[in-house]
Each structure stands twice: as C-alpha cells, then as structure tokens.
C-alpha cells in the first residue's frame, strides 16, 4: 500500500502526506470526524487470541469497549472459513446458505448485545459507522439480523455506512466537495459486452462462473437521463482503457461503472475493473502477439486465469493502481455496479485496507458504492435506478433507502427480500 500511495497518488497530489493513513489517530480525532452528535461508530479490532469491539460517540468520554475470549474468536474463524470457502467453490450454494451464515455469525458476535449497548450510550442514534478489521471487511455487516427480525437498516434512519479505518474517515471528511450547480455524469457501460440473455435462459454454469450483463443498458440508461445534457456515457467497446483519460475522469461529478471486477486475494493490487477487449483466450493472444512482434512476449503477469477458462487481460482493465493515479478530487461519488468490487486483503493483519474502493477513496472521491459478491444484475438495476432517483431527492440518505424498495415496493411476492439481493453493496466513505 505505501509503494502505490508514494508512487500513483504523490505525483498527483504533492500535498498528500502517508500520515493521513498511518500515523496514529486521537480518540477527540475520531469524535471529531463523526459528523453529526446523534452519529455513532462501531470498530473491530481482530487479533489471533481476541476479538474487540469498540463504540465511539460525538460526546463520550471514552470508548466503549466490548472483549470476545478465544474460543469465540475460533468459532468466527471457523464461520468465515466456511464462508469464504462455498464463496470460492460453490456460489450455488454460497448463495442458499448465506441468510444461515449471516445469522451464526450475529448469535456469535451476539450482535443484539452490542446494539443494545450502543443504545444505551446514545438513545437518540439515527446513524452508525462501521470500521471493519480484517475479514470483517467482506462480510455485509449491514445486514447482520437482530432477533426480532430486523436489521441495522431498519433502526438508523439516517443510514449505515462503512470507513476503511479511522484514517480514512477522518481524511474524507476533510474532502469537502464544492458544489456548482453542475452534476456532469459519466459511465462505462457493459464494456465486456455480455449478451442480453433473458434471465431464465442463462445456465448455473454462467450465473456462477462470470455472471452476465443483460440489464445493463436498462440500467445506465435510465440513470443517464437525470443527468442530461451533461451525461458521458462510454458503451460496450467504447470502453476500452485508452478512453478513460484523466481529463475526462477529472471533469466527472458522479463516476459509475456497470461492469464486471474481480478481486485477486493473492495480490489485491491486481484487482481490476474488466473493460473492453479485457477478457481473452489465452492461445489466441498469444499467437496475436508473437505474430505482431516475431517472438514470444508471453507475459504471465499480465493475465489472471477467469473461473471459465479465459483469461483476464490486466493491460486493458483498470487496476487499483491505476486508480490510485486518478485525480478525482471533482467526483462526489463513484458507483462500482459490478461484481467484488467491494472485497479487500483479508490476510493484511495491520489497519491497512486495501481494495478498489480504497483506491477511489484515495483518489480524492469521498465516497464509493461498491458489492461484496457476484451480485444479480437484474436486481441491481432495479435498485441502482432507484438509488439515483433517491440522489436527487434525499443525497445523503439515497443509498440507505435502496434495501426497503427491493424488499416492499417492487411486488407483492418481495423476490428480491433474501439479503443475497440488496446486502452486498456498501457505502464506504463520508
């Protein structure tokens, strides 16, 4: 993470300082970032022996502290083994278990216990921050239920949204984006091209494996139209990697990409933004290229091996650090309506977090939406569409209302109410 902050983020901004993300912070540093009194944060600091949860107000004098002993940090071990294995190996039946999941893993964080505590420091709490720690970073923590059913969207009405670290909230706070009137969108849409396949005709072996993009042009269309004449919208091959310049990026006030991320686990610094021409089969590149240049150039670094055989082409995606060279002190938010976007290095044992919207963040965007899983790309259209309805009307509260319109407004059967639909995207940031 310092290699790409020195190299990607100074040249562009001299100003910035590795401090931001590594110095100690006070505890009246992190009140001070909390943005309004009735606003509380929930931090997480996993070790190897214990499990600490910390609850911070605007007025407290000191955090509340909250221990779990070894046995129970076993058992959250063994549940996020568990989880990330079926992630991995069977998305089928990952996805059938996941409401299981997420309801062991709030009786053993005995996650009811913790909310009462918060309530009790601060009844009036309309709003939490979460600062994950380590592989709590993946989990949809938002959508952890209580036992009475419900969940941390249904009882803070101004909303649940996550920070990196203390650092990183404390510097987007800071990132005050001036408002001009003017809301100039841009987008990538469906760049890989995937085929409009109506949704009953795709196979589990395609749903699982990369899953298709047919609603894509629904998507972007009908959010494009709240932002014309100022929309700048890059479709299938158009969206290719030359043409995301840094002029155009820079001039952006909302950035949204409808297309398929990946995030490398071995090398979170590999994780990309799939765009046009990205995804090829191996053979036939190679022999491409030892044709153009009369010698074999074939670099393995270069590719990522994709769960279907192909592979992914890193020299025409848009790697996090690349995104890290983006100067995106303009865009007031970045949308990843794509898959994995929101996953990060599970293994880093230090505050570090590094993952695509870390990069955004550190790009100068205060805030990113991103998806911790493969998500259904029908249900995301719907409720991307709806978000940024919500964005003209609530702002800040948009994100938040997205989870209850899938659920109660859609249609009478509610087919979008399993967590699997709506608990993947988080807001990250200010």
């Known amino acids: 993470m310092e290699y790409l902050l020195r190299t990607h983020i100074q040249p562009v901004d001299p100003s910035f300082q590795l401090s931001q993300r590594v110095e ?38 000191q955090p509340l502290v909250i221990t779990k002993d070894f046995e129970e940090v076993q058992t959250l071990t063994e549940i996020k083994d568990k989880y990330l294995s079926k992630y991995r190996e069977y998305k089928d039946k990952w996805q059938e278990r996941l409401i299981l999941f997420l309801y062991q893993l709030a009786r053993t964080l005995e996650w009811d216990e913790v909310i009462e505590s918060l309530k009790q420091v601060l009844p009036d709490c309309n709003r939490i921050i979460l600062v994950p720690h380590r592989w709590l ?3 949809p923590i938002h959508a952890l239920p209580l036992k009475d059913g419900r969940c941390l969207l249904d009882l803070f009405p101004q909303g649940v949204s ?3 670290s203390v650092q990183l909230l404390e510097l987007t706070q800071k990132q005050v984006w001036g408002d001009t009137g003017d809301k100039k969108f841009f987008a990538v849409q469906n760049p890989t ?7 009953t005709s795709v196979t589990l072996y395609q749903r699982y494996l990369i899953p298709a993009l047919p609603y894509t042009s629904v998507e972007v269309a009908a959010i494009r139209k709240q932002f014309q004449p100022h929309d700048d919208v890059l479709v299938g091959k158009e969206g290719h ?4 310049t840094t002029e155009r990026l820079g001039k952006a006030n909302y950035t949204h990409f409808s297309c398929h991320g990946t995030f490398n686990f071995e090398k979170p610094e590999r994780s990309a933004l799939l765009l046009a021409d990205s995804v090829v089969e191996m053979e036939a590149q190679e022999d491409k290229e030892d044709k153009e240049d009369g010698e074999d150039r074939r670099d393995k670094t270069r590719y990522l091996p994709s769960r279907d055989g192909s592979y992914i082409d890193l020299e025409k995606c848009l790697t996090l650090g690349e995104i890290f060279s983006l100067d995106l002190r303009n865009c007031r938010l970045v949308t990843l309506s794509a898959c994995e976007t929101g996953l ?17 963040l550190y790009a100068g965007s205060p805030s990113v ?46 087919p979008f109410a399993s967590p699997y639909y709506w608990g993947a995207f988080c807001a990250v940031g200010s």
């Not at 070790?47 to 004098?61: A, H, R, Y």
């Open 137 to 139: 970073h993946i989990i």
């Open 344 to 360: 990060t290095d599970i293994k880093n044992l230090s505050d570090e977090y590094i993952g695509l919207p870390s990069g955004f």
């Open 24 to 61: 100690p912070i006070s505890f009246a540093q992190i009140q001070a970032a909390l943005p309004t009194p009735q606003t509380a944060l929930i931090k997480w600091c996993v070790s190897k022996d214990t499990f600490t949860t910390f609850i911070v107000t605007k007025n407290c004098t």
């Open 193 to 199: 091209e995937d085929p409009a396949l109506p949704y």
């Open 162 to 164: 996550y920070a990196p």
């Open 241 to 244: 990697r030359k043409a995301l």
């Open 369 to 414: 939406v991103s998806s911790l899983w493969a998500v259904s790309d029908l249900s995301t259209t719907f409720l991307m569409i709806k978000f940024y309805q919500n964005l003209q009307t609530m702002d800040d509260e948009a994100v938040f209302t997205i989870k209850s319109f899938l659920i109660d407004t859609l249609n009478d059967s509610c």
